[in-house]
């Protein structure tokens, strides 16, 4: 069973930056396209972007285009989720998923706020 841990999150003031993590202790996520999500209290999960496989494409939602960017690191076996300029409306937990599967991690809380 392939399992996804999330971290990084934490309180930032606006404006600030955060990176966030993700990693699988038995799977190798370098195979796999990774999405990254986030649900904020009262609204449904939405996606924010996503990494191919062979990382040769990203996909950003225009909200955080320009501001966050996703990578890996292979030897660590991790995908990340660096997030500058950070808002207010950033407030949310953000999940990782293996796209087109149920593979979710549990979560990491990002509050932005002063």
């Known amino acids: 069973q392939l399992q996804l841990v999330e971290s990084g999150g934490g309180l930032v003031q606006p404006g600030g930056s955060l990176k966030l993590s993700c990693t699988a202790s038995?799977?190798?996520?370098?195979?796999?396209?990774i999405a990254w999500f986030r649900q904020s209290p009262g609204q449904e999960r939405e996606g924010i972007g996503c990494?191919?496989?062979?990382?040769?494409?990203?996909y950003y939602q225009n909200s955080v285009k320009g501001r966050f960017t996703i990578s890996r690191d292979n030897a660590k076996n991790t995908v990340y989720l660096q997030m500058n300029s950070l808002k207010p409306e950033d407030t949310a937990v953000y999940y990782c998923?293996?796209?087109?599967?149920?593979?979710w991690g549990q979560g990491t809380q990002v509050t932005v706020s002063s």
């Open positions: 998923n293996v796209r087109h599967t149920t593979y």
């Open positions: 038995s799977a190798t996520l370098s195979v796999y396209p």
């Open positions: 990494i191919s496989s062979n990382d040769r494409f990203t």
